[in-house]
């Protein structure tokens, strides 16, 4: 009796395991998915902001740099370093895709 609770608790625990591997390898692949979208859209964003500062187009009329501009910088900064922080953390890490790193703050 106490051998078919044995093998029963192994093959429950076995059919978990390969439901939830599963479940979590789906969810990899499709975060996984939209990478280089992402990684272009950054790279888009990225220009656009050096763009903005090489050119003064950031500043008014009195050489002050505007504050929706530095709104958007820290908005930046912020979105890079909460992904980074994400990319490499140990529980984490697997769902976010690496493409955080060539970005600087």
């Not at 009195?62 to 958007?72: A, L, R, T």
Request: aromatic share 14%; net charge negative.
């Amino acid at each position: 009796m106490c051998m078919f609770h044995v093998k029963y608790l192994w093959e429950t625990l076995s059919t978990v395991c390969i439901a939830v591997s599963t479940v979590m390898l789906v969810f990899i692949v499709i975060l996984n998915c939209g990478t280089n979208g992402i990684v272009s859209s950054n790279r888009e964003k990225h220009k656009a902001l050096i763009y903005k500062t090489q050119t003064e187009a950031c500043r008014d009329e009195f050489g002050i740099v505007n504050k929706d501009y530095i709104d958007e910088i820290q908005e930046w900064n912020q979105y890079i370093a909460k992904n980074k922080t994400m990319q490499r953390d140990f529980w984490f890490g697997v769902f976010v895709p690496n493409i955080f790193d060539e970005f600087q703050i």
